[in-house]
T-cell receptor, first 114, second 118 residues
Framework: EAQVTQNPRYLITVTGKKLTVTCSQN?????MSWYRQDPGLGLRQIYY???????DKGDVPEGYKVSRKEKRNFPLILESPSPNQTSLYFC?????????????FGPGTRLLVL | AQKITQTQPGMFVQEKEAVTLDCTYD???????LFWYKQPSSGEMIFLIY??????QNATEGRYSLNFQKARKSANLVISASQLGDSAMYFCAMREGPDSWGNEKLTFGTGTRLTIIP
């Protein structure tokens, strides 16, 4: 089954404790991205990757890091989480760059930073 | 300026009625794509429908259709014969690019919460 998986689905942590949210897709997609969703703000792009070893900042990259060492994986790293990073996070992937492909979303990760 | 504007934070619609969710967009690109996603209370994002900027026909997928008015820069979602299961948050999104560097960008609106009343 074609899917995007994220782990963990729910996470409660404390300020400053480094964490990683994993994202994996089994569709051999080149394009992957991370979004955060906050009430009244919709989804905002954090980082995206056009291919292995190619990453770029989205609209709200501050406080986040990503890596793309393999095509299927695109982890999101919070080196020193802060309460304002409490949010619902989505990983997404799509097959190419023609502009017509839909993005497939993971199930979301709810993060609470105390 | 907002790239994607959804002016209806919430809507209540009687079951079996048709509903239109508004979306306007702003871009200087000639080639772009417009998407609608549904997010039920469980949280996952579900792709509903896509419209390319060069598509001359309005996109349709079952009960969903996209009313694309390019000159007005609007891409409204129409749901015919609404059902209780349509109650959810709906997001309009626009893909711009790729640019000469191969970069493309997907921007979301703030969403409309649709509630279907029995």
């Amino acid at each position: 089954e074609a899917q995007v998986t994220q782990n963990p689905r729910y996470l409660i942590t404390v300020t400053g404790k480094k964490l990683t949210v994993t994202c994996s897709q089994n569709m051999n997609h080149e394009y992957m991205s991370w979004y955060r969703q906050d009430p009244g703000l919709g989804l905002r792009q954090i980082y995206y990757s056009m291919n292995v070893e190619v990453t770029d900042k989205g609209d709200v990259p501050e406080g986040y890091k990503v890596s793309r060492k393999e095509k299927r994986n695109f982890p999101l790293i919070l080196e020193s989480p802060s309460p304002n990073q409490t949010s619902l996070y989505f990983c997404a992937s799509s097959s190419g760059t023609s502009g017509t492909e839909t993005q497939y979303f993971g199930p979301g990760t709810r993060l609470l930073v105390l | 300026a907002q790239k994607i504007t959804q002016t209806q934070p919430g809507m209540f619609v009687q079951e079996k009625e048709a509903v239109t969710l508004d979306c306007t967009y702003d871009t200087s690109d000639q080639s772009y794509g417009l998407f609608w996603y549904k997010q039920p209370s469980s949280g996952e994002m579900i792709f509903l429908i896509y419209q390319g900027s060069y598509d001359e026909q309005n996109a349709t997928e079952g009960r969903y259709s996209l009313n694309f008015q390019k000159a007005r820069k609007s891409a409204n979602l129409v749901i015919s014969a609404s059902q209780l299961g349509d109650s959810a948050m709906y997001f309009c999104a626009m893909r711009e690019g790729p640019d000469s560097w191969g970069n493309e960008k997907l921007t979301f609106g703030t969403g409309t919460r649709l509630t279907i009343i029995p």
